[in-house]
């Protein structure tokens, strides 16, 4: 369907629990409060918005959470949503620290690609970053994701700290896709200060040569229609991505719409806006789910408002929205 700026709105990212097996400093570090299980949406539920949004034009679905391996059954969640006629992608975003587990399993269910989070390489500076020793677990993940044949993407945060290069020696070696994503002052990301990707891939060309900004088609759609803009290094053979919702706005292309785990349909990452969709379903206004979904996706605001915080109206952390 089209917002009331004439965007079209054909993907929803679905974050199916808040709680974590990381605690990352900038999203969830130690001390945020789960919701209770009982406010987070069924299976049932969730199916029952995707089979709605799909009718609203909806094809293009990312499973995330917090952690979604963490939530138990998350494989036959995903098998559900696949069977749903109209769905053309699933997709994960994932920490990867369970991927060896399931790799195999979420292939066979369906799942078309992983982007899997990885910020850092260094054993000691992963543990400051997330509060846990992982590093080996994740690595093992997008091995397994890789030999299961699912399309795999990492993903870094553009911490100040951030040291880019080894992240783009190992997706060369990897042969995978490296993009980075500018910290957002959501939630806890209000404490730390990011660096702008245009900064980071002035460091990365005095390393890996020219940058080149991609403009083959079919290279870009092999990447996804997501808003990283990927450049090709003149001594790299993996595409680098840059997503950079503070610094390359990209707001008059969002076609994008989230439901957190408690059933909130949101529809801009700065702002409250949206609709309890979890009343409409435990509240008997089930026969209002379509309409309010569309009445709501309508209203999405124009664009973001990072560069002023001050209008922000979003007050949850990253983890209870779904990154
Ligand atoms: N647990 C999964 C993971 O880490 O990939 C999925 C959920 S996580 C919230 C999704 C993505 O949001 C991750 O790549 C994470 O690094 C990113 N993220 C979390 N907080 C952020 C922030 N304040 N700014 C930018 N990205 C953030
Ligand atoms: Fe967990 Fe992902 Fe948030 Fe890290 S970024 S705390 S892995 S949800």
Sequence with gaps: MLDRYGR???YLRISVTDRCNLRCCYCMPEGVQDVGMKNILTFEEIWEIVRTGVNLGITHIRITGGEPLVRKGCVDLIR?????PGVETITMTTNGVLLGNYGKQLKEAGVDGVNISLDTLDPEEFYKITGKRELQEVLAGIRAAKTAGLPVKLNAVNRKE???IPLVRYAQEENLPLRFIEMMPVGYGKKYVGRSNEELRETLE???????CMTNREELSRMGSGPAVYYQFSDLKVPVGFISAIHGKFCDTCNRVRLTAEGYLKLCLCYDEGADLRRVLREGE???LRTIMEQTIFRKPAAHCFEHPAEMTETHEMIKIGG
Excluded: M, S, Y
Aim: net charge negative; with cysteine; proline share 5%.
């Design 286 to 288: 089930k026969e209002n």
């Design 80 to 84: 559900g949503i696949r069977e749903i």
């Design 8 to 10: 079209v709105i054909n």
């Design 206 to 212: 005095a390393v890996c040569g020219k940058a080149e």
């Design 162 to 164: 951030l040291d880019p």
